[in-house]
């Protein structure tokens, strides 16, 4: 009996941590990013992304561009992967890519003031400093250690793309609109969670109703943990309607545009709106409140559809569409078994630990807050109250920092991503320099909260900085001489 006690505890943790996701955070991060990433991929050219953040542009203008542009999306590593593979698809070199990937979970502006206000200034300058060094240094070693497969893969892009010259503004317009749906959808600002209206529905049961949610899928919000309300409830139901659809819709769509496809879109609509609004369940029925929210996913939702009536031809709706779906087939899967785990796993870490492992600025206790990083996992802004519980846990600040910049890196859903993306060996050589620079952060920014000065710790930052560019320096020299040799010898 215990056994299986314990069993459905687990079943339960993950169910419920999917449950909560799938009701929170999928629909206005990641549905407008998957709609990005496939628009991306389908209309814009090559050359439009390799200006700026192509192989052989110069390092000081793709890594820096990457950053910055990571930097502007307040949104989880869950959210940005889909625009990782929509520009790395399209010809952006594997380093600036990853530099883009690493940086704009970790160190995005929202945040960055978030971290600031709730824990300290100092925590938000080094994760910004330090995720801003280690992100571009990660993307260069990635870029030198797989040169060759990055040189490979811009060729294939060439290829595939390389007919297409000329950015159309239409397109240009229509994926900025995107992106202001996507950061209409998440950025946390008075103007748009302020209320603006309200309605009441008279549907009796409706508290009850979500009483019973939460004890189905019981939370404990000191930990994180979200439950799942009335108006989640409705969201997976439409969820689960868009995959329905889209199966005989989006999947077909290079046969026609059926009603199955207009209806998946209506859908995606739906919901857009539907989680925009604020929905408060009371003893005498439904009361929605419109928010500022509702109104700019609205707005953005009517002028995307405008621009595609009047700006898209019917090869350009069909591969718009096509290649969002086949980023939602590549990569919802994954990230649905992604969080399941972690909602299972979470369950047998105990709060303990985290005094025990991380209490102090050392080699293991920094290991511990990536460790706690991958396995932990909590959505953007949630990680920062999240590392606060962990503070007054007994946390050192030092690991603290690590686990800030490992949160958003290497969630146990993003690593099944990306790997499905660029391919196992590249994603663990990732992993793994995400894991040793997230250490060295915590290690520095530690030793600096113990009492090092400040010039100490720039000391240790250059050292390490230089040996990794020493190191690499070498690697990229012997793979020339050793090519030269064995040319030499043929001869």
Same mark, same amino acid.
């Given at each position: ?7 459905? /505890? ?69 959210? &940005? ?7 790395? /698809? ?16 970790? =160190? ?131 969820? =689960? ?61 009517? =002028? ?142 530690? =030793? ?18 230089? &040996? ?24």
């Amino acid at each position: 009996m215990e056994i299986t006690a314990f069993l459905l /505890k687990l079943l339960y943790g993950g169910l419920g941590n999917l449950a909560a996701y799938l009701a929170a955070h999928v629909l206005l991060c990641l549905l407008p990013a998957f709609f990005i990433a496939g628009g991306m991929a389908a209309l814009i050219p090559k050359e439009a992304i390799t200006r700026f953040l192509g192989r052989r542009t110069p390092k000081y203008i793709s890594y820096p561009m990457a950053a910055a542009a990571g930097s502007l999306l307040a949104v989880c590593s869950c959210t &940005i992967v889909p625009l990782f593979a929509g520009i790395h /698809k399209k010809g952006a070199g594997l380093g600036p890519a990853i530099t883009f990937l690493f940086f704009a979970p970790a =160190a995005n502006i929202l945040a960055l003031a978030y971290t600031g206000v709730a824990i300290g200034a100092d925590l938000a300058f080094a994760r910004l400093f330090l995720s801003l060094a280690f992100g571009i240094g990660i993307g260069m070693i990635m870029a030198l250690i797989f040169r060759r497969s990055d040189a490979q893969h811009d060729e294939e892009t060439d290829a595939t793309f390389g007919g297409k010259r000329a950015m159309r503004r239409s397109m240009t317009l229509f994926l900025l609109l995107m992106a202001a749906l996507l950061i209409a959808g998440t950025l946390k600002v008075n103007l748009l969670t302020a209320s603006y209206g309200q309605i009441d529905l008279p549907l009796a049961g409706m508290d009850r109703f979500q009483d019973w949610l939460f004890r189905l899928v019981p939370y404990d919000a000191a930990k994180g943990e979200e439950g799942v309300t009335a108006q989640g409830a409705v969201l997976i139901v439409l969820l =689960a309607l868009i995959g329905i659809s889209a199966w005989r819709g989006l999947e077909k769509v290079y046969e026609g545009f059926n009603a199955w496809l207009w209806g998946t879109l209506g859908l995606v609509v739906l919901t857009l709106l539907v989680a925009a609004v604020r929905i408060n369940p009371h003893t005498a029925g439904l009361q929605i409140e419109f928010t500022g929210r509702f109104l700019a996913v609205a707005l953005m939702l009517l =002028a995307v559809a405008l621009v595609v009536r009047l700006r898209f031809t019917p090869d350009d709706l069909r591969d718009w569409l096509w290649e969002s779906w086949r980023f939602i087939k590549q990569i919802f899967p994954l990230l649905i078994v992604g969080v399941f785990a972690v909602g299972v796993i979470r369950q047998l870490i105990q709060p303990q630990w985290i005094e025990t492992l991380a209490g102090q600025n050392t080699l293991l206790g920094n290991l511990a807050g990536v460790v706690f990083g991958v396995f932990m996992y909590f959505p953007t802004l949630v990680e920062v109250p999240i590392a606060n519980m962990f503070l007054s846990l007994g946390m050192h600040r030092g690991p603290l920092l690590a686990y800030l910049i490992a949160d958003p890196e290497l969630s146990l859903q993003s690593i099944l991503i990306v790997s499905a993306i660029i391919g196992r060996l590249k994603t663990w050589v990732y992993v793994g320099w995400v894991a040793l620079f997230s250490t060295l952060a915590g290690l520095i920014y530690g =030793a600096w909260v113990d009492g090092a000065s400040l010039g100490l710790i720039a000391v240790y930052i250059v050292l390490v900085l230089g &040996i990794l560019a020493g190191a690499l320096w070498l690697v990229g020299r012997s793979k020339p001489l050793a090519h030269a040799h064995r040319a030499a010898e043929s001869d």
